[in-house]
Nanobody, 116 residues
Framework: QVQLVESGGGLVQPGGSLRLSCVASGSIFSINFMGWYRQAPGKERELVARMPRSGSTNYAEFVRGRFTISRDNAKNTVYLQMNSLKPEDTAVYYC??????????WGKGTLVTVSS
């Protein structure tokens, strides 16, 4: 199993920036994808961005050009740099990893609130 700990959420004004971090520990050698999902109040959880250990990155269309995902395999950490934040980006952001076997693990989430 793997344990995921997210950090970096908080309150930010529209147009501002935040950087989320997620550190993985435990059975990390089986991890292929690391990424971020979000769930806004009353909505389903949705993909924000994810990247494999090697290969191309997937971004949701609604964050393309504003958010950047990056990964430090040596530190078992995935980051999400969020710029030009909008009120509709308000959500709980979850870190998720997928093993090569297809098994998913989720963090507990970190709240991002975009409001003036």
């Amino acid at each position: 199993q793997v344990q995921l700990v997210e950090s970096g959420g908080g309150l930010v004004q529209p147009g501002g920036s935040l950087r989320l971090s997620c550190v993985a520990s435990g059975s990390i050698f089986s991890i292929n994808f690391m990424g971020w999902y979000r769930q806004a109040p009353g909505k389903e959880r949705e993909l924000v961005a994810r990247m494999p250990r090697s290969g191309s990155t997937n971004y949701a269309e609604f964050v393309r050009g504003r958010f950047t995902i990056s990964r430090d395999n040596a530190k078992n950490t995935v980051y999400l740099q969020m710029n030009s934040l909008k009120p509709e980006d308000t959500a709980v952001y979850y870190c998720a990893v997928t093993y090569y076997s297809g098994i998913d693990y989720w963090g507990k989430g970190t709240l991002v609130t975009v409001s003036s």
